[in-house]
Nanobody
Framework: QVQLVESGGGLVQAGGSLRLSCTAS????????MGWYRQAPGKQRELVAG???????NYSDSVKGRFTISRDNAKNTVYLQMNILKPEDTAVYYC?????????WGQGTQVTVSS
C-alpha cells in the first residue's frame, strides 16, 4: 500500500502562485509515475501534470507554461509549482501515483483563485 499526503493548497488572488506537495509513504518501491489531477465543481477529474521515470513530464494544455511538476526521489515527494493562477484553476487538486499498474490517490487539497 502507498499512502499520500498533500499540502500547499489555499486561497490566492489571480496572478499569484502556490506550490503543492505530495509525499508518498508505505510501500513506495516500484512507483513509476506521479502526477496531479484536479476536479472543479460539476466537472470531471482531469490530469493537470504528470512525471514518470523521474524526468519525463506532461501537462494539460490549460496549464502549460504556468505550472511545473517536479519530483524528489529521495523524499518520495512530487511538487506542483503553480504560477500566474487564474480563477478557472480553482478546484480540488489530487495527487496520484502509479505502482505496478495500480493507482493511488491522495485526499485532495483545495485551491481557490479569486478574481
Amino acid at each position: 500500500q502507498v499512502q499520500l499526503v498533500e499540502s500547499g493548497g489555499g486561497l490566492v488572488q489571480a496572478g499569484g502562485s502556490l506550490r503543492l506537495s505530495c509525499t508518498a509513504s508505505g510501500s513506495t518501491f516500484g512507483i513509476s509515475a506521479m502526477g496531479w489531477y484536479r476536479q472543479a465543481p460539476g466537472k470531471q477529474r482531469e490530469l493537470v501534470a504528470g512525471i514518470r521515470s523521474g524526468v519525463i513530464t506532461n501537462y494539460s494544455d490549460s496549464v502549460k507554461g504556468r505550472f511545473t511538476i517536479s519530483r524528489d526521489n529521495a523524499k518520495n515527494t512530487v511538487y506542483l509549482q503553480m504560477n500566474i493562477l487564474k480563477p478557472e484553476d480553482t478546484a480540488v487538486y489530487y495527487c496520484n501515483v502509479m505502482k505496478w499498474g495500480i493507482d493511488y490517490w491522495g485526499q485532495g487539497t483545495q485551491v481557490t483563485v479569486s478574481s
